[in-house]
């Protein structure tokens, strides 16, 4: 055998780490051996949004002693839930290495059919359009349905890649409060109960991710605001034996009998296909007492809601969708071909808070998901949303944790996620109430002279909120996260078409196909905002990038100096340039495009057409400082890159 000796740099345990960076660094000191029960963080709840939050929080970097998430269920969901996944959150989801199964398992929804009465009587219902599912640009152009404990078991094996404990099953929250005067540092308190053992833990933040019914939410006295009454549903998963012929696209159907969607789900280990189907039945309800909207007079009226919601049977759901479906058939294709039905009443509520204070000031508990704002089922938002509620609270979290954040903003940074969230959660609301109130009427036919909804009336509405409904269109408001005045500068963005793409602040970064310089690699950008809870400095350079004092070689020399100003890492640099006059080579580029992005140095036209569709000048370029949650945070020219810097010199410390 060959003898050699064998050198290691002392870097190596880099190489197996299980993801593409390190943790985020950490200024705060660490937590140190406590002689209670305290933790840094504590979720209540392992549904998506909880799982959600803690593998981000576990990957940039919190450990078991400073992380804790419990929930009540004893393994992932095995039946029933939500099903959908949005093109937003397909992305959010490639970003942390969690796509791929999703999208080579679930089920693929391009395109959605609509059904409506037929002048002919003899086929009472007829297909009147097929138009795509997604209409706005996306990476992933369609939805994808998959089973909601699918989505909780690829969260959970991902988190146990970095925590040894993962999630505390068996586990329920029985009370929480702030008691500053325990502890000031740790002054949430929870009482909770694992298989019948009692224990109180202390925490800096809690977060209730603990559904509908949130004793988190209910404890610290967050009000509903909302409709004062819920819309009975009837939802079933099943194998179907029917001659419809669009049982495998997204269905909208409206028929004289009734109204029924269709969402075709993933294929399952006998081979067989899903399908579940979604149906309302006729009256409502007043909601469960812990749902009560607010009526001012601090006691809910009182009615048997749940006796209401047992009226609903399996039967009862078959025939409103069989009758609907007329004249095709649809029946289970066998005995057991029943996955999971269920009865639910749904409202549309959203709570007046989404964080708690102390008496200081500070943000210490949160809600997320369907705790803090509750909608029907027909938008496909429930899963996606609330996963985006954890992936905005996140990398704010961890900042405030990590002493990543200036010290006198941090808070201020930690308000920004009711700002942001509690404005998406509004606008799902309305859209929801319009959406549902549509669904559920009648078309083509009037009533007692009154005319009644029409298919294009329908369509229109559907279309409208297409990029609300796909995530993509998405616009946070105006806070210290997102800037969008610039007080007599230049903006160097032409064009508001936002959802094509322009760039935007408050808008996610859309994504574009570029081919590296480096060694040729044909690369989707956004791969390289990946969630480790980095910001970027998205630089398109100007034509004049060769020249050496030129504007792009001025600015990329600035944000060098910038990038040193802040901790190591914390910020990644990605360089676009546009058309050149002549070939390049390293020597002809500023030097810190090589020392800060040589691979992620990009030719923004051989592939997709970059500037056009940012709206950027080649001839003047631009700057985008885009936050850890792929949203654009501030844009600036190359002329004024300290407006690029203030606005990172008021989210991150500087050393």
């Known amino acids: 055998m060959p003898v050699f000796t064998e050198h290691a740099a002392a870097s190596r345990d880099l190489r197996v780490l299980p993801s593409f960076a390190p943790p985020l660094p950490r200024f705060a000191p660490t937590l140190s051996p406590p002689t209670s029960e305290k933790y840094e963080v504590v979720i209540v709840g392992a549904g998506p949004a909880g799982l959600m939050l803690e593998l981000l929080l576990a990957r940039y970097g919190l450990s078991d002693d400073s992380l804790l998430c419990v929930d009540t269920k004893s393994t992932a969901l095995k039946s029933g839930q939500a099903d959908g996944l949005q093109p937003r959150t397909l992305e959010t989801l490639k970003s942390l290495g969690l796509a791929d199964e999703i999208l080579s398992e679930g089920c693929q929804m391009w395109q959605v059919a609509f ?58 929250l029985i009370d929480v409060k702030i008691d500053e005067a325990g502890d000031a540092e740790y002054p949430v308190v929870a009482e909770i109960e694992t298989e019948g053992q009692k224990r109180t833990v202390r925490t800096k933040f809690l977060v209730g991710a603990d559904g509908a019914h949130s004793i988190v939410r209910r404890n610290m006295g967050l009000k509903l605001e909302g409709e004062s009454s819920d819309h009975i549903w009837g939802v079933v998963d099943l194998v179907v034996d029917t001659d419809f012929p669009d049982i495998r696209r997204r269905c909208a159907i409206h028929s004289p009998a009734g109204s029924v969607m269709v969402i075709p789900r993933e294929r399952i280990s006998t081979g067989d296909y899903l399908t579940r189907l979604y149906v309302q039945v006729p009256g409502d309800v007043i909601p469960s007492e812990d749902q009560q909207p607010d009526n001012g007079t601090g006691k809910p009226p009182v009615v048997d809601a749940r006796a209401r919601r047992s009226q609903v049977t399996e039967k009862t759901i078959f025939d409103n969708a069989a009758a609907a479906f007329k004249p095709y058939y649809i029946r289970p294709k066998k005995d057991g071909a029943v996955d999971w039905w269920a009865a639910y009443q749904i409202g549309q509520r959203v709570t007046d808070k989404f964080s708690v204070k102390d008496s200081n000031g500070v943000n210490r508990v949160f809600i997320v998901g369907d705790a803090c704002h509750t909608h029907s089922p027909k938008a496909g938002q429930g899963m996606n949303v609330s996963m985006m509620d954890s992936y905005n609270l996140s990398w704010k979290l961890a900042y405030f944790i990590n002493g990543l954040a200036p010290e006198n903003l941090a808070n201020k940074i930690l308000d920004t996620y009711h700002i942001e969230r509690h404005t998406i959660a509004q606008q799902l609301i309305e859209f929801d109430k319009a959406f549902s109130s549509m669904f559920s009427g009648k078309i083509g036919a009037s009533e007692d002279g009154v005319s009644s909804l029409t298919h294009d009336e329908f369509l229109e509405v559907f279309n409208r909120g297409n990029g609300f409904t796909s995530g993509c269109g998405v616009e946070y408001p105006d806070s210290m996260t997102v800037n969008r005045s610039f007080n007599g500068r230049e903006d160097p963005i032409h064009g508001t078409d936002y959802l094509a793409g322009i760039l935007h602040p408050g808008r996610r970064l859309l994504n574009v196909r570029l081919v590296r310089h480096a060694d040729g690699y044909r690369r989707d950008l956004q791969d390289d905002f990946a969630s480790t809870g980095r910001f970027r400095i998205l630089c398109l350079t100007s034509s004049d990038l060769l020249d050496p004092a030129g504007i792009s070689a001025q600015a990329l020399k600035t944000l060098s100096a910038i990038i040193a100003r802040f901790p190591k890492s914390i910020l990644e640099q990605v360089v676009i340039h546009p058309r050149l006059s002549r070939d390049f080579m390293w020597v002809d580029v500023p030097s810190p495009v090589k020392e800060h992005s040589e691979m992620s140095f990009y030719s923004g036209y051989e592939i997709d057409q970059v500037y056009s569709i940012y709206g950027v000048d080649p001839e003047k370029g631009a700057l985008a400082i885009v936050r850890p949650d792929g949203y654009v945070g501030v844009i600036a020219s190359l002329t004024d890159v300290g407006r690029a810097e203030h606005y990172l010199e008021g989210l991150i410390r500087t050393v």
């Open 115 to 172: 059904w409506n009465p037929s002048e002919d009587e003899e086929k009472i219902i007829e297909r009147t359009s097929i138009v795509p599912d997604v209409a706005v640009p996306a990476r992933y152009p369609h939805e994808v349905t998959i089973h909601q404990g699918r989505i909780e078991r690829i969260l959970e094996t991902d988190l146990l890649r970095y925590s040894k404990r993962g999630v505390q099953r068996n586990t329920k």
